[in-house]
């Protein structure tokens, strides 16, 4: 199976940058579609982004597109979530995710983190 393992998350002021990393280890990792979802407080676990096996191919959702890219590192095993302009409603925690295939929703992944919490203030 897989493992992945987020870091990066902290407390940032509105208008302001983080970066986010997720290591994987276990299965090949090169293999997996890659991804972050995101569960503010009171509301849903929602898609964020993707990326597909060579990183050539990407999907946003329409809240964060313009402002969130997402790159992955297959020989360092690494998947980024660069985060930009950071809005309050961007408050939530952050989880990276794996699945055989694309996804836009959980029930397309295999595999989850445990998350890293990323707060906005205004």
């Known amino acids: 199976q897989v493992q992945l393992v987020e870091s990066g998350g902290g407390l940032v002021q509105a208008g302001g940058s983080l970066r986010l990393s997720c290591a994987a280890s276990g299965r090949t990792f090169s293999r997996y579609v890659m991804g972050w979802f995101r569960q503010a407080p009171g509301k849903e676990r929602e898609f964020v982004t993707t990326i597909s096996w060579s990183g050539s191919s990407t999907s946003y959702a329409d809240s964060v597109k313009g402002r969130f890219t997402i790159s992955r590192d297959n020989t360092k095993n690494t998947l980024y979530l660069q985060m930009n302009s950071l809005k309050p409603d961007d408050t939530a925690v952050y989880y990276c995710?794996?699945?055989?295939?694309?996804?836009?929703?959980?029930?397309?992944?295999?595999?989850w983190g445990k998350g890293t919490l990323v707060t906005v203030s205004s």
């Open positions: 995710a794996a699945g055989r295939s694309w996804y836009i929703s959980g029930e397309g992944v295999d595999y």
